[in-house]
């Protein structure tokens, strides 16, 4: 079965595919399909940008969907960045300048008090069924400065209650194993399984 990743990073089709390796699923991505364009992210939730994304990417490509919609929630910030954790710098944000952002704004926060999440939420949308979501979540704190080079977004500041090290320092072996994403995939597998899709 080939589904449609309503994503341009490329790093998110290479973490998709890993993980859902040993499935009759290849995972491309929407670049090849031009005709989809940008699609306005314009839910107040991640459900809602997920559902967006994938409905749009299905009715336009008519092959099945995936979209997902991540990111961090810091409990110091009431939740923020949140639905906004991409442009969370503003207009032309990027990794660095919303890393830099972050650690600004908690700069005087005791490491007591720098709980944070990274939630994600995976719509799946196959033409003429009912979309349907699952979400992911990992939990941890966030560093007061980078730690490792690997990932991408904010894997250099969150440091993982599970691996305890930084996702930027863990291998995509180990990080795919316990992410908020892994997770939401691991209820996707679940539901394929159901569908007898192998």
């Known amino acids: 079965m080939k589904i449609v990743l309503a994503s341009k990073n490329k790093n998110k089709v290479k973490e998709l595919n890993e993980i859902l390796d040993g499935f009759d699923i290849e995972i491309v991505s929407v670049l090849e399909f031009p005709e989809v364009g940008e699609i306005e ?4 939730t991640f459900d ?3 559902r967006i994304k994938a409905d749009i990417t299905a009715q336009i490509t008519k092959l099945p969907s995936l979209a997902d919609d991540s990111g961090l929630e810091v409990d110091f ?3 923020a960045p949140g639905v906004h954790s991409a442009r969370f710098s503003g207009a032309g944000a990027t990794d660095e300048k919303n890393n830099n952002l ?6 005087e ?3 007591a008090d720098r ?3 990274f939630t994600c939420v995976i719509a799946l949308a196959i033409p003429g ?9 990992c939990f941890g704190r966030i560093l007061r400065e980078k730690s490792g080079d690997a990932g991408f977004g904010y894997d250099p500041l969150f440091f993982s209650n599970d691996l305890q090290s930084s996702f930027a320092v863990a291998s995509s072996s180990e990080k795919n194993k316990v992410s ?5 995939l691991a209820k996707l597998k679940d539901y394929l399984v159901q569908r007898r899709v192998r």
């Open 180 to 184: 908020h994403r892994a997770r939401a």
């Open 48 to 50: 809602d940008n997920a």
């Open 129 to 137: 069924e009912k979309t349907v979501t699952f979400e992911g979540k």
């Open 41 to 44: 992210e314009t839910g107040k």
């Open 109 to 111: 926060v005791p490491t």
């Open 77 to 79: 910030l009431a939740g």
């Open 102 to 107: 972050l650690l600004r704004k908690l700069s």
């Open 115 to 117: 709980g944070a999440n």
